[in-house]
């Protein structure tokens, strides 16, 4: 992965570049068709995935909980917690998709607060949407 992407990433913006290259070494990137079943609710999370270009949607039990595009990540609670992922998310035009696994991700957080901090933001904002709902 190019160093220079990952400054466009709002979420690896505070990184130096010198940590940025770091990041890029273990990163790697796919390239998916509209309709293709990135995270299946359910399956061991392994990768957090940040959308380059494109965009994803978040289904749960027939639900749609949200739309992600450029700059959105995806994977980080059950990296986080060690639990399987609670939502499909489907790709709905094609995508580029960075990936960055379980032990990169981890240790990403530990070295840099800030960034931990903004994923720990987002993933309050995500139980909401998981909650149920009488």
Request: contains cysteine; hydrophobic residues 40%.
């Amino acid at each position: 992965m190019d160093e220079a992407k990952l400054r466009e990433i709002p979420l690896f913006g505070k990184l130096s570049k010198k940590e940025r290259k770091l990041l890029a070494l273990c990163a790697d990137e796919i390239d998916v068709e509209p309709g293709t079943l990135v995270c299946r609710k359910g399956d061991s999370a392994h990768n957090l995935y940040v959308i380059e270009q494109g965009t994803a949607k978040v289904v749960r039990d027939e639900q749609y909980l949200d739309e992600l595009g450029p700059g959105d990540f995806f994977g980080e609670m059950g990296l986080r917690e060690g639990a399987p992922r609670n939502a499909h998310v489907i790709a709905t035009t094609p995508m580029t998709l960075m990936i960055v696994a379980g032990p990169a991700f981890r240790k990403l957080e530990r070295d840099h607060p800030a960034l931990a901090s903004r994923i720990s933001v987002t993933i309050d904002q995500r139980r909401r949407w998981l909650e149920p709902v009488f």
